[in-house]
């Protein structure tokens, strides 16, 4: 019983290679290719998408012994460590497991590489946006595109042996995306926005970089900034500057303003309005508005 349960333990720790992939212990390369060939056609996923969790485990199995005979050393490893009809005792069933579980992993289709350590690449982007729209906040849609692991070889860069047709060999394909952002109100130029999961995928499933989305507001017609206060420049002709006069302002949430003008105003005066100016970037509260006054050449 006990030398019964010792060998179905070595059976489950290093699969028949040979059974696998339906060839005899003698077959030539060639003849393993040509088994494998056969196989993976038969049992891709994508050929089998009724049943695609059984292929899929069917292939990781035909992958593995595939990757094992195909390589003359580790397939001599193999025979040495698990040969034809041979009662194993429980020390050789320690050396096999030790052996199977040192190139491989439960669960993988390939033998155990170093992996590539760290997620994917980050982006940047520049986006540019109207003054109004900083400081009201918008929701906005960004179109880029980024690099991810290639679905047909898992990033591999190869498939069935041979160099996937799809990546090229490279293991990463080119993504379109079409993100939707939220810009908050208030944002000043040069903040940045970030967007994780947004990035290039690295190697491994899902290891994707930072996505950085930085605003730049366009230059306005009126208004200019001096620290969190919003400057402009209203014009009036000399003669009503002496005599005054009422004069209408625009403000950033799209209102205007009317303020009267004492007499003797000179040219570059300027006046403040407070708390129409841009928000604060923790507390929120706003700056003042600063009006500066210039003449017009007419009288």
Known sequence: MKNSDSHRSSRQCAPN??????????????????????LAKKFHPDFNPQNRSFAEAK????????????????RREYDRNYPEKREATHSQNTRQWDWYSNNYSRGEATPKKPAKQGRGSDIRLNIKISLEAAFSGSRGKVTYERQRRCPSCRGIGKLFGRICSR????????????????IPPGVRDGHELRIPYGGHEGRTKNSFGMLYITIRI??????????NNLCQTVSAARSLLKSGTKICAPTIEGKTIRMFIPAGTRPGTIFRLRHLGWPAAFTGTRGDMLIKISETSTA
């Open 59 to 74: 292939m990781k199995e035909i992958n593995i012994a595939y990757e094992t005979l195909k390589d003359s050393e580790k």
């Open 218 to 227: 366009l230059p306005h017609k009126c208004f200019s900034f001096l620290g």
């Open 17 to 38: 290679y040979y059974q696998i992939l339906g060839v005899s212990r003698s077959a030539t390369s060639s003849e393993i290719k040509d088994a494998f060939r056969l």
């Open 167 to 182: 990546c090229r060999g490279s293991g990463f394909i080119a993504e379109k995306l079409a993100k939707e952002i939220q």
